[in-house]
């Protein structure tokens, strides 16, 4: 009996995860999935250091988070990644989004856009699949604060989730109700046109950039370091530049300086020992991260 996956009852895909994460949910659900179907992981940050993304696997997974679903769905380094991939037909793709908010509104948008990105790219993306993880970027009002009680909560439940997700990779089944999302999807895209504009003005207001001048995400995104403050107090440390996913921050005379290539991940901010970055309009000094997910995970 053939499987969606191609693969006969019982047989082994070698799989490769690919998550990007910079608080940590993205990669306690890649460890997750992998413990439970036996892959390996990668970081898609690490693996755009090298000149070409070279995969082997048959089976890949990319694990990543939700950005702006009104605007832009993935962050950018996703994007590039996926276009960087050399597909080939016999590869079998799923994709996971980790969202703060619902997923039925802030991840069924993102899935569908890498959908296309992959398939506009030559590939064919399987499976997708979503999970709600305590929200990483406090400045939507309509997305509550995580605040400490609530997180074990969201995770236990996430936690739950991620293990039905890997059950169903490794039966070779694909997403569930595929049209209803579908649907969803198509609704939820209109709703946001709404709020685009107000969305793309604050990305703009960040990067410094006359809200007027209508720039791309893409543009606007890399210049949104402009708007981050870093405080007297800070020790010279350097946990900021390491964490940072695609080394836009340098260390001069102890103080870290922004290089305006930013992801806008939050990373510095929330990892920084002690709260001495202020990124956007961000509640000052809540931070948050996957409690079991140390700096050194994400080096
Ligand atoms: C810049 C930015 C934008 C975000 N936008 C959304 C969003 O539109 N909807 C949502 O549900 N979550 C949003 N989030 C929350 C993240 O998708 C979520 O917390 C994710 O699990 C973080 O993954 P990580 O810890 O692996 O980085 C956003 C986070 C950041 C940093
Ligand atoms: S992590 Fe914080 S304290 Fe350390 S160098 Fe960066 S801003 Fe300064
Ligand atoms: S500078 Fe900060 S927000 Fe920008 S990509 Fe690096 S860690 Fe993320």
Redesign the pocket.
């Known amino acids: 009996m053939h499987l969606a996956h191609g693969l006969r009852k019982g047989e082994q895909m070698d799989t490769r995860i690919y998550y990007f994460s910079?608080t940590g949910n993205c990669l306690s659900v890649a460890k997750r999935i992998a413990h439970g179907i036996d892959a390996d992981i990668v970081s898609i940050a690490k693996e755009m250091q090298n000149d070409r993304v070279r995969i082997e696997a048959r089976r890949i997974g990319i694990v990543f988070p939700a950005y702006l679903t009104s605007v832009m769905g993935l962050p950018l380094i996703v994007e590039r990644f996926c276009r960087s991939i050399d597909y080939r037909e016999d590869m079998r793709i799923f994709a996971v989004c980790t969202c703060g908010g619902y997923p039925f509104a802030n991840a069924f948008v993102p899935l569908e856009k890498l959908k296309k990105l992959i398939c506009k790219c030559g590939g064919q993306l399987d499976a997708a699949y979503s999970v709600r993880m305590p929200m990483n970027n406090l400045d939507y009002e309509h997305i509550p604060v995580p605040i400490s009680k609530d997180i074990p909560k969201i995770i236990e439940r996430a936690n739950r989730k991620t293990d039905r997700i890997g059950r169903r990779i490794l039966s070779g089944r694909g997403t569930r109700f595929v049209l209803l999302k579908w649907l969803t999807c198509r609704l939820v895209s209109g709703i946001y046109l709404a709020f685009r504009r107000q969305t793309m003005d604050v990305l703009a207001k960040m990067a410094k950039l006359d809200a007027d001048v209508s720039q791309p995400a893409e543009r606007l995104v890399p210049l949104?370091?402009r708007s981050?403050v870093v405080r007297e107090h800070c020790i010279g440390c350097g946990t900021?530049a390491s964490?940072?996913?695609?080394?836009?921050?340098a260390m001069q005379n102890g103080r870290p300086v922004?290089?305006h290539?930013?992801?806008?991940?939050?990373?510095?901010?929330e990892?920084c020992p002690v709260g001495a970055?202020q990124?956007w309009s961000r509640a000052d000094g809540i931070k948050y991260h996957y409690p079991d997910v140390q700096v050194s995970d994400l080096l």
């Open positions: 910079a949104t370091d981050i900021c964490v940072c996913p695609v080394q836009n921050i922004y290089r290539h930013c992801e806008m991940c939050f990373a510095c901010d990892w970055i990124h």
